[in-house]
C-alpha cells in the first residue's frame, strides 16, 4: 500500500501549525515554500484538512490556516482520511470470478480470503493511526530532531505567521 505524497505534506503542515501563536495563522504560500511545494498543490490539501474540520481556513489580509482543534484531539488517521478519503485502500475487485476457470457467482459465498487479510490489515494500521495524535508527533520532533532544524522552523513560523485578525 502507498499513500499519496499529499499525506506527508498535510502531516507536516499540521505539525507545524501547531507551533502557532493563538489566534495566529500561516498563508499557504509559506507553509508551500517551507516544505519545497507548489502552493496549489499544497492548497487542494489544506483545502480537504479544512473541509474535514482539521484546519481552519481564515479569509482576508491576515488570513491564513490553523488548527481547527487543540494537536491532542488531531489523530494521523483525522490527516489521512481528510487528504486520502474514507475508502480502504485495498479495493477487492474479485477477479477470482473472472477467467476461463470462474464458475458461477453461487459458488462464491465466502469472502475472498485474499480480501479478509487485507481488510483485516487494514483495520490494524487504522487503529494505529487513530491512537497516534499529532501531539505525540510534536513531541516526538521536540526530542528527536537536530536542534538547528527546530531553530529554524521556529523562525520561519514567527517570520511567516500572520497577526489576529
Do not use: N
Amino acid at each position: 500500500m502507498r499513500l499519496s505524497e499529499g499525506v506527508e505534506a498535510a502531516i507536516h503542515c499540521a505539525a507545524i501549525l501547531a507551533q502557532l501563536e493563538k489566534g495566529r495563522t500561516l498563508p499557504a504560500s509559506a507553509l508551500a515554500e517551507l516544505h519545497g511545494l507548489s502552493q496549489s498543490y499544497l492548497l487542494k490539501h489544506l483545502q480537504a484538512l479544512a473541509a474535514a474540520k482539521v484546519l481552519e481556513s481564515v479569509p482576508g489580509p491576515h488570513g491564513g490556516y490553523r488548527l481547527a482543534r487543540a494537536p491532542e484531539r488531531i489523530s494521523l488517521l483525522d490527516i489521512v482520511l481528510a487528504v486520502e478519503g474514507p475508502e480502504p485502500a485495498f479495493r477487492c475487485a474479485e477477479i477470482r470470478q473472472r477467467g476461463p476457470g470462474a464458475l458461477e457467482p453461487a459458488a462464491y459465498v465466502k469472502p475472498c480470503g485474499i480480501k479478509v487479510a487485507m481488510l483485516k490489515a487494514e483495520k490494524a494500521w487504522r487503529a494505529v493511526l487513530a491512537e497516534t495524535k499529532l501531539s505525540d508527533i510534536l513531541e516526538g520532533y521536540q526530542a528527536d530532531a537536530d536542534p538547528r532544524a527546530i531553530a529554524f522552523t521556529c523562525a520561519f513560523v514567527a517570520r511567516h505567521q500572520r497577526p489576529q485578525g
